[in-house]
């Protein structure tokens, strides 16, 4: 894998320090509110929810939720396709979001409405990384780790075509591998 990597933009190093820097601010934050729901985007969530949550040093509840976006096409703007649905009410609670990236901003546009159309109390985005060159709408996460530019990156849960989510780091990949 690290061989189709071009160029590494945000190190293991960053990646720890940020999500410290993250989980103490939303300590601060909830810590009035009563077992707020860590809710994360699958897949590319994963490694970042599982480091930030042990920083969060507040009773949390952890819950998923599975969204395909569809840009374009004929579907009208943020329509998405709930391929597993949150586990549990959201009625009365508050969702803290837990993303790996945020580029038109139209998935959390839409799941942000869903969330407090069921009646959630508050909802809130935590995103490691941020592209707000990319923004087709306006969104902005409260909680971002770092800004990036309009460039395709994986790793550290983001994929290409469902590989390279198991780098430590963040990259951005050769173009060859795109070309192949
Ligand atoms: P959007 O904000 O465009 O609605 O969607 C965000 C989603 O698009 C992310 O959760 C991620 O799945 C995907 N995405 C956006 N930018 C990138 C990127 O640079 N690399 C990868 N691998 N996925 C991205």
Do not use: W
């Not at 990597?5 to 410290?20: A, P, R, S, W």
């Not at 509110?33 to 949390?60: A, H, Q, R, T």
């Amino acid at each position: 894998m690290k061989k189709d990597i071009k160029e590494v933009i945000v190190t293991e190093k960053q990646i720890k320090d940020l999500c410290v820097k993250l989980g103490k601010q939303i300590t601060l934050d909830y810590k009035d509110k009563e077992n707020p729901i860590l809710l994360g985007l699958l897949k590319g969530c994963i490694p970042f929810m599982s480091d930030l949550m042990k920083y969060i040093d507040l009773p949390v509840e952890v819950e998923f939720m599975d969204v395909k976006s569809y840009h374009g096409g004929i579907s009208s703007s943020g329509d998405i396709k709930i391929r597993m649905d949150i586990n549990t009410s959201v009625y009365n609670r508050d969702i803290i979001i837990c993303e790996d990236i945020v580029d038109t901003g139209k998935t959390l546009d839409t799941v942000v409405r869903l969330l407090k159309h069921r009646g959630a109390r508050s909802v809130e985005v935590v995103t490691l990384l941020d592209k707000p060159e990319g923004r087709l709408i306006p969104f902005t996460p409260k909680y971002i780790g770092i800004t990036i530019p309009k460039v395709f990156v994986v790793g550290y849960g983001l994929d290409y075509n469902e590989l390279y989510r198991n780098l430590p780091y963040v990259g951005i990949l050769k173009e060859r591998v795109y070309s192949k």
